[in-house]
């Protein structure tokens, strides 16, 4: 089992519409935990941070479960420039800080 | 201004003769990553440094080293690449700590030939 597993895609949304990702992780003890937007032969580029109780940053939602493993992201209201790879990113102490993607999910934002 | 640098941005290189990457960084973490990624694939962790102690990858092929000399360079050196070697090489650094994401370098992508 792949130790950070995600949505398989592509995405193809029109522009305003809701769309959401999951991502699930295999090892709880998973401090940290990330989404990346990573566009085309870019570096990954941080889009938000994701907390216990849940978080916004404008248009975006990150969400936690710990119980269950697994966090999402949500993006209202999508634009064409939200067309990108959506990484999630866990991190981990293994004794020296370890951060590890999923594979990431493509969104294609269509007029 | 960038906080990570990494050199060259691309980079040629023969079949089987060494190369080395570099990578920079201002930020003063004291935790710094390489990580390969090829097309269509998600950044795959090479190694990376907790200070100057290096933690391998179980699977990170021999041929693949690293050299960290002081807190603000970390070296990537292939040593006999291989095509399969092309990829895209990115360096990330964090700081320790709960919370902490990992701050990119533009990527030195490695064409084998």
């Known amino acids: 089992r792949k130790e950070v597993e995600q949505d398989p895609g592509p995405f193809n949304v029109p522009e305003g519409a809701t769309v959401a990702f999951n991502c699930t992780y295999s090892n709880s003890a998973s401090q940290s935990f990330f989404w990346y937007r990573q566009d085309c032969r870019k570096e990954p580029k941080l889009l938000m941070s994701?907390?216990?109780s849940g978080n916004e940053d404008g248009r975006f939602t990150a969400q936690l479960n710990r119980a269950s493993q697994y966090i999402s992201l949500l993006i209202r209201d999508s634009k064409l420039s939200d067309s990108a790879t959506y990484l999630c990113?866990?991190?981990?102490?293994?004794?020296?800080?370890?951060?590890?993607f999923g594979a990431g999910t493509r969104l294609f934002v269509k007029a | 201004d960038a906080m990570v640098i990494q050199n060259p941005r691309y980079q040629v290189t023969q079949f089987g003769k060494p190369v080395t990457l570099s990578c920079s960084q201002t930020l003063n973490h004291n935790v710094m990553y390489w990580y390969q990624q090829k097309s269509s694939q998600a950044p795959k962790l090479l190694f990376h440094?907790?200070?100057?102690?290096?933690?391998n990858e179980a699977d990170t092929p021999d041929n693949f080293q690293s050299r960290r000399p002081n807190t603000s360079f970390c070296f990537l050196d292939i040593r006999s690449p291989g095509l399969g070697d092309a990829a895209m090489y990115l360096c990330?650094?964090?700081?320790?700590?709960?919370?902490?994401?990992?701050?990119f370098g533009s990527g030195t992508r490695l064409t084998v030939v």
């Open positions: 994701v907390y216990s």
């Open positions: 990113v866990v991190t981990y102490d293994t004794g020296g800080f370890k951060t590890i």
């Open positions: 990330a650094t964090s700081r320790d700590g709960i919370g902490r994401a990992a701050a």
């Open positions: 440094y907790y200070d100057k102690d290096f933690n």
